[in-house]
């Protein structure tokens, strides 16, 4: 089966142009199969496509997950079982370390989205996490091929899961139509939930991936003086965080709860 692991829709990240119906269409007249929604610490996109549009087409795969913004380590993409929203997944700002130990206690799956991109983004060009070998191992996956970065950022990401052995997914990180369909993953397996993606990964699924680098980003637009974007993606990180931190003390209370 062949998807888009990183995928943004406009009813779920503001900075998307791209519907969840016109994102689905545009796929299956590119053959793909499916598709894994990652909204940036949000299941908005997804919950508009299940209460609007499940069902239209059938033959086509949705799958929700969400593209976390840690506190301390960039972004992640994270998947969780079939019909598991918690909100803490909706209140950036968790540290690496507790994001990890509590997606992991949930049942779900995650790893780094676009490893080597920008600082403040992508884990290996943030803080010391570049010399920690042991939060590598803790990943199930790496996402190996962002359309959005350049080649030598996504051969450095395949390397390194070829070092820890493992799994890789390819994902176009599409805001707008062209580059919509730039990244295949594709799964020797009837991908049809996500508790389906979770056990495939689990019981040492390798997906083969491909793609082609998308020259349309911010960064390819601006040059040089994308830096001071960059660092003000910085700024909104650590501000999201801020403003976050009581509903998400609430909210990872109600998580907890739910463990027990």
């Known amino acids: 089966m062949k998807f888009d692991m990183h995928c943004h829709v406009h009813e779920g990240s503001v900075d998307s142009e791209v519907s969840v119906e016109r994102y689905i269409k545009l796929l299956i007249d590119q053959g793909f199969d499916g598709m894994l929604i990652t909204d940036h610490d949000s299941y908005d996109g997804y919950r508009y496509y299940y209460n609007n549009l499940r069902g239209k087409y059938p033959d086509f795969v949705v799958l929700r997950g969400v593209e976390y913004d840690t506190f301390n380590a960039g972004h992640f993409i994270v998947i969780l079982p079939t019909g598991d929203e918690p909100e803490l997944f909706e209140r950036q700002g968790l540290k690496l370390l507790e994001l990890i130990r509590l997606v992991h206690m949930r049942g779900g799956i995650l790893g780094p989205a676009h490893p080597f991109g920008e600082n403040f983004l992508s884990i290996y060009n943030t803080g010391r996490f570049k010399r920690d070998k042991r939060i590598t191992r803790a990943f199930d996956f790496l996402e190996g091929f962002n359309s959005a970065e350049d080649v030598v950022d996504n051969e450095k990401a395949m390397?390194?899961?070829?070092?820890?052995?493992?799994?890789?997914?390819?994902?176009?990180?599409?805001?707008?139509?062209?580059?919509?369909?730039?990244?295949?993953?594709?799964?020797?397996?009837?991908?049809?939930?996500?508790?389906?993606?979770?056990?495939?990964?689990?019981?040492?699924?390798?997906?083969?991936?491909?793609?082609?680098?998308?020259?349309?980003?911010?960064?390819?637009?601006?040059?040089?003086?994308?830096?001071?974007?960059?660092?003000?993606?910085?700024?909104?990180?650590?501000?999201?965080?801020?403003?976050?931190?009581?509903?998400?003390?609430?909210?990872?209370k109600h998580f907890r709860r739910y463990l027990r």
């Open 159 to 252: 390397l390194l899961a070829l070092k820890y052995r493992k799994p890789v997914f390819s994902g176009s990180d599409s805001h707008n139509e062209s580059n919509v369909g730039t990244a295949i993953t594709e799964i020797d397996a009837d991908i049809r939930t996500e508790d389906d993606l979770i056990r495939y990964i689990k019981e040492g699924g390798r997906p083969k991936i491909s793609g082609k680098r998308w020259y349309g980003t911010i960064k390819d637009k601006l040059g040089l003086i994308n830096k001071f974007l960059v660092y003000g993606f910085f700024l909104y990180n650590k501000w999201g965080a801020f403003v976050n931190t009581i509903p998400r003390r609430r909210a990872h």
